[in-house]
């Protein structure tokens, strides 16, 4: 039976505050890493790590090595108050808040260059993105020593990416994925959400209706990939402001692009909106 704890959030911004704090924290340690504007995707994935662990840590951090030259690392939405709010109210123990110099000292040097599964998809997008990522995760792992870690399948590839670094590096930190929250309208949730225009987010569930679309072909017998990729094209094209970066229908262990689908693929997609840019996916079966 559920017990009522009475817990009060602590928040600590030094890895020797961190280190403090975690002492005397009791076992398991769930970790949620998180940029931030938190939404009720990461309060999903918050509530499954307060069912897992005795101890919850959600680290807020904006990392600048994950963001290209010409992304959106200033403009990222920022609200720190409400974001501790929110951990309060969904019962985390510590926040975890650095600066970047916290993160990376003086002289840090060091970089996880990835492998094939992070080189498809958001990996050819955004060259240098999950390089940017597996750092940052790496440290955070590192200086939380989580017994697991919660990520969303949102970011289907950054799950990937993260857990076969975890198992090649011997992390002692355990990934699990956890399902997209979505709005009433099938939109994913998203901190970039809010750059939308009114016209922007009226347009935006096209993503989900294009996976959708290609899903119910693939669940009808269809198995050329090909088609299932012109599905989500034609889908999307009935939206003027949707420019696609790309429609992929990948294997489920390898994200190469498949010819067809005979076992386990990730349909997936990235689009902009204005200067806004999007991405959403969805697993077969
Ligand atoms: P971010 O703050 O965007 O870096 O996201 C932090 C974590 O929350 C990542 O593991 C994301 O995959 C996850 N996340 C973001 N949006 C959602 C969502 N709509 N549903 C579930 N998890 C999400």
């Given at each position: 039976?559920?017990?009522?704890?009475?817990?009060?959030?602590?928040?600590?911004?030094?890895?020797?505050?961190?280190?403090?704090?975690?002492?005397?924290?009791?076992?398991?340690?769930?970790?949620?890493?998180?940029?931030?504007?938190?939404?009720?995707?990461?309060?999903?994935?918050?509530?499954?790590?307060?069912?897992?662990?005795?101890?919850?840590?959600?680290?807020?951090?904006?990392?600048?090595?994950?963001?290209?030259?010409?992304?959106?690392?200033?403009?990222?939405?920022?609200?720190?108050?409400?974001?501790?709010?929110?951990?309060?109210?969904?019962?985390?123990?510590?926040?975890?808040?650095?600066?970047?110099?916290?993160?990376?000292?003086?002289?840090?040097?060091?970089?996880?260059?990835?492998?094939?599964?992070?080189?498809?998809?958001?990996?050819?997008?955004?060259?240098?993105?999950?390089?940017?990522?597996?750092?940052?995760?790496?440290?955070?792992?590192?200086?939380?020593?989580?017994?697991?870690?919660?990520?969303g399948q949102k970011?289907?590839?950054?799950?990937?990416?993260?857990?076969?670094?975890?198992?090649?590096?011997?992390?002692?930190?355990?990934?699990?994925?956890?399902?997209?929250?979505?709005?009433?309208?099938?939109?994913?949730?998203?901190?970039?959400?809010?750059?939308?225009?009114?016209?922007?987010?009226?347009?935006?569930?096209?993503?989900?209706?294009?996976?959708?679309?290609?899903?119910?072909?693939?669940?009808?017998?269809?198995?050329?990939?090909?088609?299932?990729?012109?599905?989500?094209?034609?889908?999307?094209?009935?939206?003027?402001?949707?420019?696609?970066?790309?429609?992929?229908?990948?294997?489920?262990?390898?994200?190469?692009?498949?010819?067809?689908?005979?076992?386990?693929?990730?349909?997936?997609?990235?689009?902009?909106?204005?200067s806004t840019r999007?991405?959403?996916?969805?697993?077969?079966?």
């Amino acid at each position: 039976m559920a017990t009522s704890v009475d817990r009060k959030l602590k928040i600590v911004r030094t890895r020797e505050e961190l280190r403090d704090a975690l002492g005397s924290a009791p076992r398991p340690v769930g970790l949620v890493p998180t940029m931030g504007w938190l939404h009720p995707g990461h309060v999903s994935l918050v509530e499954r790590a307060r069912a897992d662990s005795a101890t919850v840590v959600v680290s807020i951090f904006v990392n600048p090595r994950q963001f290209g030259q010409r992304e959106d690392f200033a403009k990222y939405p920022r609200n720190e108050a409400r974001d501790l709010e929110a951990c309060e109210a969904a019962g985390v123990d510590i926040v975890f808040s650095p600066t970047v110099d916290e993160v990376y000292p003086p002289g840090f040097d060091t970089t996880v260059s990835i492998g094939a599964v992070g080189q498809p998809l958001e990996g050819a997008a955004r060259p240098g993105h999950f390089e940017g990522v597996a750092t940052v995760v790496a440290v955070l792992f590192a200086l939380v020593g989580a017994d697991r870690a919660y990520f969303g399948q949102k970011d289907a590839q950054q799950v990937m990416v993260v857990r076969r670094m975890a198992i090649d590096l011997a992390l002692p930190t355990d990934v699990i994925a956890c399902p997209t929250v979505r709005e009433a309208d099938g939109l994913a949730l998203s901190s970039r959400n809010v750059h939308l225009s009114a016209a922007e987010r009226e347009a935006a569930p096209i993503l989900h209706r294009a996976l959708l679309a290609a899903r119910s072909r693939w669940a009808a017998g269809e198995r050329s990939a090909k088609t299932l990729r012109q599905v989500m094209s034609d889908e999307l094209a009935l939206e003027p402001l949707a420019k696609v970066e790309y429609t992929s229908v990948a294997d489920g262990q390898t994200l190469r692009e498949l010819a067809r689908v005979d076992g386990a693929a990730l349909l997936s997609l990235a689009v902009r909106f204005g200067s806004t840019r999007l991405i959403d996916n969805e697993p077969l079966p």
